[in-house]
């Protein structure tokens, strides 16, 4: 242990062990990673793709500001959690507190995975 002009520090030696498992990465990753590589290779105007990459990025970084400035307000915050507790509060006593509405909701649920997937 080394003293300094009245703090103690103590020195350590960190050992990072890692070891290759072999495993592969997720097959979701995988076709994310195949089908941007794809419209990549196929499109002929890879200026704008390139555009709109950095506009996604753009839009994440400035929402994410505003984020961090609604929160840093003094009122807001607290409006918008009391919003949100009295929404749960609503959808558990429309939705999951009766039976018949658990059954309306899993028909709802349904209903929307059919369309959203075209069956």
Same mark, same amino acid.
């Given at each position: ?34 089908? +941007? &590589? $794809?419209? %990549?290779? !196929? @499109? ?7 555009? #709109?990459? /950095?506009?996604? +990025? &753009? $839009?994440? %970084?400035? !929402? @994410? ?7 840093? #307000?003094? /009122?807001?915050?607290? &409006? ?40």
């Amino acid at each position: 242990m080394e003293t300094t002009a009245g703090c103690s520090r103590t020195r350590k030696s960190p050992f990072i062990v890692s070891m290759a498992t072999g495993e592969k990465s997720d097959p979701s990753s995988e076709s994310i990673l195949k089908s +941007i &590589a $794809a419209s %990549w290779n !196929s @499109s002929e105007d890879r200026i704008a793709l390139a555009g #709109l990459g /950095f506009a996604a +990025i &753009a $839009a994440i %970084w400035a !929402s @994410s500001n505003l984020i961090t400035v609604i929160d840093n #307000l003094p /009122f807001i915050p607290t &409006a918008l959690e009391l919003v949100g507790i009295l929404f749960s509060w609503w959808f558990i006593y429309r939705y999951l507190l009766f039976k018949p509405d658990r059954q309306e909701l899993i028909r709802i649920i349904k209903g929307s995975i059919s369309e959203v997937l075209g069956k």
